[in-house]
């Protein structure tokens, strides 16, 4: 299976090429292809996040217009709509992605580990963050324990294997594992 981190595949428009090569790997029935549902998540809040100002922008445009011409324009604009946005994204990536579900268990230790700045997450100044990155993290490793015999490839832009060796002995779970990276592979094969 070819795992994917949110920064290999953010912003992936799904009528590229890239995304056509991803549905193809996965049609094939050869490779499983996925996401973590956290990485879906925040795939489609990357997509939406700017919706609610371009809405605002357009709603303050309107009051200009009216503000400006002596008689009412007939224009109107639909109520703000996140989840609808949101909601569109992630049925366009369930259809490039197969999709690993977070259980509630792991919610729970990631936001525990996170509020400790335990790694994967850590202390920013007066603050802790990376409970999303733990949340991914604990994902695969749950995935990997449910299904020892997959040969899973994590698919990732970071630049060091921050994860490897925190908390847990990927060597435990009795499956093949590769850390995946330009220009960086890691973890057992």
Known sequence: MIIFDTNAV???SPSSTRADLIRKLRQSQHHRV???????????????????????????????LRAYLPWEPQSSLEPLDLERLLEHWRDAYRGIFEVIETSDAVFRRAYQREALALPPAKRVKDHAEGGRDVAIWFSIL???????????WFVTNNSECAFVGHAVDLNSFGTQWTWYAPALQCGEQ
């Open 34 to 64: 996925a996401v973590p549902w956290m990485v879906l998540e925040e795939m489609a809040a990357h997509q939406a996040r700017y919706y609610p100002d371009k809405y605002q922008t357009v709603l303050n445009s309107l009051a200009k």
């Open 142 to 152: 749950e995935f990997l324990k449910q299904n020892p015999d997959e040969h899973v």
């Open 10 to 12: 953010n912003l992936l």
